[in-house]
């Protein structure tokens, strides 16, 4: 156990700095310079320039920025400066993240919560109305842009009928339940469609049978044999989903005016904020690498068959 | 089998699940109890405090008869880079600034002269070099601690210092104080304010005497921006970094907690303010990622004033709004540069103008601006409306004068600008324009800012038409046409240089007081109308909705809304 311990986060190294290299000589590809653009539509003095250069390590090649970045991220945990706000980039990282992580973890409830039960009543009535109903609302759903959603909303729901604010943090855990929405919409359909799919087919094989013939109650069947089953996929699915979502969430987040990681990704970029822009994408590998790195480990303490491979 | 399998699979993902909900958790709540005080804030406006008229204390208040003090304002600003008076390089960091803290001179409300401010009264020499100002003795910062000159030698030497790495620096230099070049220039020392402008000497602690290396007139005028403010050493040394998320000022309005990034800033009335005190309780200056965002909002109700209605949004909101609808021409001024190295020829410059059709563009594409006719905004004193007179829509006239003078090698041209800034379709409408009129191949390319900045200011000399835009830093019809045609101005990107345009610019700045170079500013005016350097193309225009619980909003010529006037719950 502990050698598979050790090998998985051996592992995690190289990956990290395979990533961080690609992130990082990525972001320095970027057209333009952040100085330049710390200077604006007047040109920057040259001992400005050089002043800020020096402080930012410009003014060395590249790889030796690299390593200057990486002996900060490794010794101090530290993502950088932003030239354009001169903030650190951990701060504005860590202003950002829980609201990402908040609009995420909403957001995953309403697909698990929604999708999930819709599936089930679309299994269970399949080719019925309520299935037709799920049909029809998920494709719709599913070919609506997000953005046209978010505005719809926005429109509709925040402004005429005043039900929700209509974009911001000002009014506390309310401002982000109609983004979350939003947000779900997406991979709620989907997962109602592949909840609707997988429980339909579980309810077909032999030993769903068997146990309706053994006299069970039909929601033991459908809940203790059917959907343990059938849920395998979605699980799967959402995880992935979960995941994907705490890296931002671009246009939901711009539209709604949530300053989360997407939308200061977003507006970094525009701006020519290369640190922003590595930091975030490099805290984001770091997420993502521990995420897996949990899941991985909760799967070998539970399945003897990887611990020993 | 499978069964079992999936239980695993559900508890892993559940366990990492919750992991992560929990390490959010502490933030979670965090941020429900920093929301709270804005929830609270949002619902106590429902209920007109009008006690505020009654808590001025000190000085003595003239407010207008009708004017009701108190109440809570929003008012929606993008998240700008600072707020620190001296590296404030936005519209908005400039807003925010300026209710934080006062320098020697303010903007008048109209935008086009200066009050007095810390500074009583002052006075200069006979040619305008040495300036001497009176200090009021009842101004304080809001720590209690009185404001004297050696906070305004502290502060400016601060912006000076290359160290601080100031965008907004230069501001110290179109004043030609002695010395400030120098140290701005120099490479610092590490420390920030340690080195002193000579020219700025505190004489006692309520005389400061400001030496020029020229005649400036226009000094008063510069030094109302938020750069040249007092700042308190102590503070400011204590903690560079509370500083710069709380600056401590002697403004109108004090923040009550550190600046929340992306989400406001909040401020309340500073209660021993020497002046007039500002009507709003509070101010929440709120940031919100998009002007959709922030419109919305005011429609909702849950904002109270918005400048910058997107432009889509302008024939809705000027029906839905009505005399809540406001327009304010500002001081900002777009154009299209003509390089001279490659205009050469002052009649393809003069073509040029009058084969596009300026008017067609300020209506249909920049919704409503007005077409420059001229190269200074209406709003500055002494702009000159018509003084281009061959800003008209000529295209006839134009490809005659366009071929005589041998029109350009290789009969085409290309247009440069700045991509995703909304300029796409004015540009394409000016190429467009020049190929059907003049019958040359006409292009037009954009670069993302950055790389367009490069593209500017970089090695090779640019040679091809560009768009670009100016703001002003002083409200002065000067500042339009000294750093942009002057021969010796560094923000000179075209190279125009014209020597009768020089010494008209230059009678300007050393003239007695401002009016009596505005005559020079009418002739540098007319000799560019005739030149041409550059293609005007429109003035600048801010647009702003208000909801019904405010009223007396009023966004100032200079580009900032007058928070301290502004009626809530009227």
């Known amino acids: 156990m502990f050698r598979y311990i050790l090998r998985r986060i051996l592992l995690i190294i190289p990956t990290f700095i395979g990533a961080s290299i690609i992130i990082f000589f990525a972001g320095f590809l970027l057209p333009g310079d952040p100085v330049s653009a710390f200077g604006g ?39 950088g400066e932003s030239v354009l706000r001169r903030r650190s980039v951990n701060s504005i990282f860590a202003d950002a993240f829980p609201n990402t992580a908040r609009l995420a973890i909403l957001a995953v409830a309403i697909e698990i919560l929604i999708g999930i039960v819709a599936g089930i009543l679309a299994a269970l009535r399949k080719d019925k109305f309520i299935d037709q109903l799920v049909l029809v609302t998920t494709t719709l759903v599913v070919s609506i842009p997000v953005f046209v959603l ?134 984001a590998v770091i997420i993502f690498l521990v995420i897996s790195l949990l899941i991985d480990l909760l799967y070998a303490a539970l399945d003897p068959r990887i611990r020993y491979e | 089998m499978s069964s079992t399998k999936f239980r695993w699979r559900l508890l892993a993902v559940l366990a990492v699940f919750t992991l992560v909900a929990a390490a959010c958790g502490d933030d979670d709540d965090a941020a429900t109890t920093t929301a709270a005080p804005a929830t609270t804030a949002a619902t106590t406006t ?24 108190g109440g809570d304002l929003s008012v929606y600003i993008a998240e700008p880079p600072f707020i620190d008076p001296q ?24 935008g086009g002269a200066v009050i007095p401010g810390v500074a009583s009264d002052w006075s200069a020499n006979d040619d305008k070099t040495v300036w001497t100002f009176n200090l009021r003795d009842d101004v304080t910062f809001t720590n209690g601690r009185q404001v004297v000159a050696e906070d305004f030698v502290y502060g400016w030497s601060r912006a000076a210092d290359p160290d601080l790495a100031s965008r907004v620096s230069y501001h110290g230099e179109i004043a ?35 030496t020029l290396e020229a005649s400036n007139a226009l000094l008063p005028k510069i030094l109302a921006h938020p750069v040249f403010s007092p700042v308190p050493k102590e503070v400011v040394e204590a903690d560079p970094d509370a500083w710069r998320e709380m600056p401590v000022g002697n403004g109108p309005y004090q923040m009550t907690r550190e600046w929340e990034h992306d989400v406001g800033i909040f401020t309340e009335r500073n209660e021993d303010y020497y002046g007039e005190l500002g009507l709003p309780d509070t101010v929440e200056w709120r940031i919100l990622s998009t002007q959709d965002a922030a419109f919305q909002q005011v429609q909702d109700g849950t904002l109270d004033v918005m400048f910058g209605v997107p432009d889509e949004q302008v024939d809705g909101a000027r029906v839905e709004f009505g005399d809540r609808f406001l327009e304010q021409s500002t001081g900002s001024f777009t154009y299209v540069g003509l390089p001279a190295i ?43 409306l018509d003084a281009c007179p061959w800003c008209r829509y000529a295209p ?23 991509s995703g800034a909304g300029h796409e379709e004015w540009v394409e409408a000016v190429a467009n324009d020049w190929t059907r009129n003049l019958g040359i191949t006409v292009s037009f390319e954009g670069l993302e800012w950055a790389a367009y900045l490069d593209f500017l200011f970089g090695d090779d000399p640019v040679t091809d038409p560009f768009r670009l835009g100016w703001g002003w830093d002083y409200p002065s019809a000067y500042n339009f046409l000294g750093p942009l045609y002057h021969s010796d101005s560094g923000d000179n990107l075209t190279g125009f240089s014209d020597a009768d345009l020089d010494a008209a610019l230059d009678a300007a700045i050393i003239a007695e007081t401002e009016e009596e170079g505005i005559p020079f500013l009418e002739e540098a005016q007319r000799i560019a109308g005739d030149q041409i350097p550059v293609i005007p193309i429109v003035f600048g225009l801010a647009r702003g909705v208000h909801t019904e619980r405010v009223s007396n909003v009023v966004y100032t010529d200079f580009g900032f809304t007058l928070v301290e006037n502004v009626v809530v719950g009227g």
Request: charged share 20%.
């Open chain 2, 46 to 69: 429902a209920a007109p405090a009008t006690t505020a008229g009654a808590t001025t204390t000190a000085p003595p208040v003239t407010q207008p008869p009708e004017a009701v003090g």
């Open chain 1, 41 to 79: 539509e007047r040109e920057l003095p040259e001992n400005l320039r050089r002043t800020l250069e020096e402080r930012y390590h410009f003014d060395e090649p590249v790889w030796k920025q690299y390593g200057f970045y990486m002996q900060g991220l490794v010794t101090d945990f530290d993502l």
């Open chain 2, 176 to 210: 030609g104080i002695v010395g400030w070049a120098e140290i701005n220039g120099g490479d610092g020392t590490g420390t920030v304010g340690d080195e002193l402008v000579p020219g700025i000497v505190a004489v006692d602690d309520t005389t400061l005497e400001v």
């Open chain 2, 87 to 110: 590296l404030v390089q936005d519209s908005e960091g400039f807003e925010v600034a300026r209710t934080l803290f006062d320098g020697l001179t303010l903007y008048s409300p109209a």
């Open chain 2, 396 to 418: 006839e006239e134009a490809k005659t004068m366009f071929d005589a003078a041998g029109g350009v090698p290789g009969d085409a041209l290309t247009i440069r600008f700045n």
């Open chain 1, 150 to 283: 978010g505005f719809t909303a926005q429109t509709m729901l925040g402004v005429q009928l005043d039900w929700f604010p209509v974009a911001g943090l000002n009014e506390g855990a309310y401002s982000y339940i109609l983004p979350a929405f939003v947000l779900a919409a997406l991979s709620l359909a989907y997962i109602a469609r592949l909840t609707r799919t997988s429980l339909v087919e579980t309810l077909r094989a032999d030993y769903i049978k068997t146990a309706q013939a053994k006299g069970l109650r039909s929601t033991r069947v459908v809940g203790r044999h059917g959907l343990r089953n059938a849920l395998i996929p979605v699980v799967t699915f959402i995880g992935i989903d979960f995941a994907f979502l705490m890296g931002g969430a671009i246009v939901t987040e711009t539209v709604f005016s949530i300053p989360g990681v997407g939308f200061q990704l977003v507006r970094a970029i525009g701006q020519r904020d290369n640190a922003i822009v590595v930091g975030f994408t490099l805290a």
């Open chain 2, 342 to 384: 490659a205009f050469d020829n002052v009649d393809i410059r003069r073509a040029l103008v009058m084969a596009t059709d300026r008017e067609a563009i300020a209506e249909r594409i920049l919704v409503g601006r007005t077409a420059a006719n001229g190269f200074v905004p209406p709003v500055a004193n002494g702009a000159v």
